[in-house]
Nanobody, 128 residues
Framework: VQLQASGGGLVQAGGSLRLSCAAS??????????MGWFRQAPGKEREFLAA????????IYADSVKGRFTISRANAKNMVTLQMNSLKPEDTAVYYC????????????????????WGQGTQVTVSS
Protein backbone atom coordinates (compact mmCIF):
# COMPACT_ATOMS: atom_id res chain seq x y z
CA VAL A 1 0.00 0.00 0.00
CA GLN A 2 1.37 3.36 -0.95
CA LEU A 3 -0.15 6.76 -0.78
CA GLN A 4 1.23 9.40 -3.07
CA ALA A 5 0.85 13.10 -2.51
CA SER A 6 1.21 15.39 -5.51
CA GLY A 7 0.57 18.94 -6.54
CA GLY A 8 3.28 20.70 -4.64
CA GLY A 9 5.45 23.40 -6.09
CA LEU A 10 6.69 26.94 -5.80
CA VAL A 11 4.12 29.67 -5.27
CA GLN A 12 4.21 33.28 -4.19
CA ALA A 13 2.76 34.38 -0.89
CA GLY A 14 -0.97 34.84 -1.19
CA GLY A 15 -1.22 32.22 -3.88
CA SER A 16 -2.94 28.86 -3.94
CA LEU A 17 -2.07 25.22 -4.49
CA ARG A 18 -4.17 22.09 -4.61
CA LEU A 19 -2.60 18.91 -3.31
CA SER A 20 -3.89 15.48 -4.18
CA CYS A 21 -3.43 12.14 -2.47
CA ALA A 22 -3.99 8.91 -4.36
CA ALA A 23 -3.43 5.26 -3.51
CA SER A 24 -1.13 3.25 -5.70
CA UNK A 25 -2.16 -0.21 -4.52
CA UNK A 26 -4.95 -1.86 -6.46
CA UNK A 27 -6.65 -3.21 -3.36
CA UNK A 28 -6.34 -0.11 -1.22
CA UNK A 29 -9.43 2.01 -1.27
CA UNK A 30 -9.09 5.45 0.25
CA UNK A 31 -12.83 5.49 0.72
CA UNK A 32 -12.43 2.94 3.52
CA UNK A 33 -10.28 5.23 5.65
CA UNK A 34 -10.42 8.55 7.39
CA MET A 35 -7.65 10.63 5.88
CA GLY A 36 -5.37 13.37 7.06
CA TRP A 37 -2.83 15.86 5.82
CA PHE A 38 0.37 16.73 7.63
CA ARG A 39 3.47 18.75 6.93
CA GLN A 40 7.01 18.93 8.14
CA ALA A 41 9.33 21.85 7.70
CA PRO A 42 13.12 21.54 8.05
CA GLY A 43 14.11 21.40 11.69
CA LYS A 44 10.51 21.24 12.88
CA GLU A 45 8.22 18.51 14.09
CA ARG A 46 5.52 17.03 11.97
CA GLU A 47 2.37 19.14 12.11
CA PHE A 48 -1.22 18.03 11.71
CA LEU A 49 -3.18 20.14 9.24
CA ALA A 50 -6.55 18.61 8.44
CA ALA A 51 -8.51 15.39 8.62
CA UNK A 52 -11.69 14.08 7.03
CA UNK A 53 -13.90 11.16 7.96
CA UNK A 54 -14.99 8.32 5.67
CA UNK A 55 -17.95 10.05 4.10
CA UNK A 56 -16.45 13.50 3.99
CA UNK A 57 -19.13 15.15 6.08
CA UNK A 58 -16.85 15.82 9.04
CA UNK A 59 -13.54 17.65 8.95
CA ILE A 60 -11.05 18.86 11.51
CA TYR A 61 -8.44 21.58 11.01
CA ALA A 62 -5.43 22.89 12.83
CA ASP A 63 -5.78 26.50 13.90
CA SER A 64 -2.80 27.43 11.74
CA VAL A 65 -4.66 26.58 8.54
CA LYS A 66 -8.33 26.91 9.44
CA GLY A 67 -10.06 29.20 7.00
CA ARG A 68 -7.24 28.93 4.46
CA PHE A 69 -7.04 25.19 3.75
CA THR A 70 -9.87 22.86 2.79
CA ILE A 71 -9.72 19.08 2.86
CA SER A 72 -12.10 17.11 0.70
CA ARG A 73 -12.44 13.66 -0.72
CA ALA A 74 -13.74 12.04 -3.86
CA ASN A 75 -14.22 8.42 -2.93
CA ALA A 76 -15.26 7.44 -6.42
CA LYS A 77 -11.89 8.68 -7.63
CA ASN A 78 -10.05 7.14 -4.67
CA MET A 79 -8.59 10.53 -3.91
CA VAL A 80 -8.29 13.13 -1.18
CA THR A 81 -7.35 16.74 -1.82
CA LEU A 82 -6.10 19.70 0.16
CA GLN A 83 -6.93 23.10 -1.29
CA MET A 84 -4.52 25.67 0.09
CA ASN A 85 -5.30 29.36 -0.28
CA SER A 86 -3.68 32.52 1.03
CA LEU A 87 -0.38 30.72 1.34
CA LYS A 88 2.32 32.17 3.55
CA PRO A 89 6.09 31.64 3.60
CA GLU A 90 5.67 29.73 6.85
CA ASP A 91 3.58 27.16 4.98
CA THR A 92 6.77 25.99 3.27
CA ALA A 93 7.23 22.31 4.08
CA VAL A 94 6.94 18.79 2.78
CA TYR A 95 3.28 17.81 2.81
CA TYR A 96 2.10 14.27 3.49
CA CYS A 97 -1.20 12.48 3.34
CA UNK A 98 -2.03 9.61 5.65
CA UNK A 99 -4.81 7.14 6.36
CA UNK A 100 -6.11 5.80 9.64
CA UNK A 101 -8.48 2.95 10.45
CA UNK A 102 -10.56 4.67 13.11
CA UNK A 103 -11.99 8.18 13.01
CA UNK A 104 -11.79 10.52 15.97
CA UNK A 105 -13.69 13.73 16.51
CA UNK A 106 -11.01 14.92 18.93
CA UNK A 107 -8.46 17.15 17.27
CA UNK A 108 -5.72 16.21 19.71
CA UNK A 109 -5.98 12.61 18.55
CA UNK A 110 -4.73 13.52 15.09
CA UNK A 111 -1.09 13.95 16.07
CA UNK A 112 0.11 11.45 13.52
CA UNK A 113 0.86 8.31 15.53
CA UNK A 114 -2.79 7.33 15.13
CA UNK A 115 -2.36 7.09 11.38
CA UNK A 116 -1.57 3.71 9.88
CA UNK A 117 -0.50 4.45 6.32
CA TRP A 118 1.65 7.28 5.07
CA GLY A 119 2.43 8.55 1.65
CA GLN A 120 5.47 10.06 0.09
CA GLY A 121 5.45 13.79 0.51
CA THR A 122 5.30 16.66 -1.89
CA GLN A 123 7.30 19.84 -1.45
CA VAL A 124 5.49 23.14 -1.10
CA THR A 125 7.57 26.30 -1.19
CA VAL A 126 6.01 29.70 -0.65
CA SER A 127 8.13 32.68 -1.56
CA SER A 128 7.72 36.08 0.05
Amino acid sequence: VQLQASGGGLVQAGGSLRLSCAASGRTFSISNYPMGWFRQAPGKEREFLAAINWSGDTTIYADSVKGRFTISRANAKNMVTLQMNSLKPEDTAVYYCAARRIWSYVRSSHAGVEYDYWGQGTQVTVSS
